[in-house]
């Protein structure tokens, strides 16, 4: 794959939203002319007030210009004018602010037609090269990912393979790769709500379309539920991070979405066949979490307590129709 395309990193999406907010007011400004304003602005400063080093204040301006917010002149840096574009969206009292809804909408917009994400990612989800976000959201599959060693140059190499449609496999084959995908493009779709991800452990990762609206109301979810799993004994525990992993690329959904509309839903309509357990066993270890928090989202808080396995009564299969 050509390394060209690589450009991605993680890189906050309000920043870049304000540094063409920045540009389309005081543009054309000259590369080292970027950073002074930037840093003025307060867009090139961490949290603490400092600073930021000169490469990820590079990295911000070189993917707000493959993502075609920026132009390139002789005279500078400018911004593309908003008219007829996705960055109607970034409005100039936005500066600063968290991204709206739609600004995340514009985002979404600006990176499913991006080619280079296309090409370095998206691709695994369609079987298409040409798609917009609603055919994304509608026919993008799930794609999953497991984490694996190469050896690269007499080295050994950690990376990710992924595995997509129509089992098309992808592997990141150089830390440039890695960056750009695992920890650049992946976590810009998180930040604008075009994707989201269950991790289980380094064998079981999935990456999908997340839907805003038009998601399955609850007798969809409990009927698909009933039709993935099969009870084998009279009271069956099921691992709630196992049931999220299998549920929530099927729906679409957020993570939560599943807990609360399908889950505690469940409980509250079938009280005497839905329980949960608070197994301690089923909990990651605390070496885990502390590496990782995305293994808590795969599992219920319910008041103070820590929910790992959902135990339903065979005679729900029996008693639901459809």
Known sequence: MNQ???????????????????????????????????????????????????????????????????????????????????????????????????????????????????????????????FDVKQFLNEGVPVYAKTTTLNM?????????????????????????????????????FQCNLCDEVYIDPQHQVIYPLKQEGLPEFKEMLQKFLMMNTPVKDWNFLPINELIFQLAPEFRSTKDYVKTELFIEMRKKYTDYVKFSEASKGMPKEKQITLDPRFMDNYMKVGTSWKTHLIVNKKLWDMVKF
């Not at 190499?157 to 098309?168: E, P, Q, V």
């Open 4 to 130: 060209k395309i690589y450009w991605m990193r993680r890189l906050d999406l309000s920043k870049i939203r304000d540094l063409y907010i920045l540009l389309h007011k005081k543009g054309p400004l000259k590369y080292s002319e970027v950073f002074v304003e930037g840093e003025t602005a307060g867009i090139f400063l961490k949290e603490d007030g400092s600073p930021l080093a000169k490469t990820p204040r590079y990295h911000y301006l070189n993917n707000a210009y493959h993502f075609k917010l920026l132009m390139k002149g002789n005279d500078g840096y400018n911004a593309r004018p908003r008219p007829g574009t996705s960055m109607v969206a970034f409005r100039n009292e936005r500066f600063g602010k968290a991204l709206n809804k739609n600004e995340k909408n514009a985002f979404r917009n600006i990176i499913v037609t991006n080619i280079d994400c296309r090409s370095a990612f998206l691709r695994m989800f369609m079987d298409s090269d040409e």
């Open 153 to 189: 140059d007499e080295k050994e190499f950690r990376t990710k393979i992924y595995r997509g449609y129509a089992n098309r496999e992808m592997v990141l084959r150089s830390e440039k790769e890695k960056q750009a995908v695992e920890w650049g493009l992946k976590m810009m779709l």
